[in-house]
């Protein structure tokens, strides 16, 4: 995993380009879990519950993929996961309007940031590369909460 939080991180210096990927990262995250909750599942799936939908699958398969790569950041992102997926379901009870008008708007909003922040640090999103990238965005600002608590830990 330090490997590609390593190779992540070299197109992610520029202190405006960081600045922005803390606010879009997990905004794109949580449109990307929302759009997903919303795509009809088959009839045995809707049967199980509000949960059992493309939003849940996908954070299972990425927690699987998280987990090979580094056990205490997919713990980590599960449970980021997890938030957001509640987050998710509760706007889906709540909101008075459709509520892809919301996950489609903040999407774009949080694409058009993460664009102008690599155009900030003269290099392309590390996607271009290799779309597991887009994986590794959101545990690349986790890796960095884990070290600020780190280093705070053992500061006391």
Request: proline share 7%; net charge neutral.
């Amino acid at each position: 995993m330090q490997e590609w939080l390593d190779e992540y991180g070299e197109s992610h210096r520029h202190p405006t380009n960081k600045a922005v990927h803390w606010v879009c990262v997990p905004a794109i995250m949580f449109t990307v879990l929302g759009l997903l909750w919303l795509v009809p599942v088959p009839a045995a799936a809707a049967a199980l519950g509000p949960w059992a939908n493309w939003a849940t699958l996908v954070v299972l398969l990425t927690t699987i993929w998280y987990v090979i790569l580094s056990p205490p950041l997919a713990l980590g992102m599960a449970l980021v996961s997890l938030g957001m997926l509640a987050l998710v379901h509760a706007i889906e009870q709540t909101l008075p309007f459709p509520s892809w008008i919301l996950y489609l708007a903040v999407f774009t909003v949080a694409w058009i940031g993460q664009f102008i922040g690599h155009r900030i640090e003269g290099r392309k999103p590390s996607f271009f590369k290799d779309v597991q990238f887009l994986l590794v965005g959101p545990a690349w600002l986790l890796s960095h909460l884990y070290r600020r608590t780190t280093d705070t830990t053992r500061a006391a």
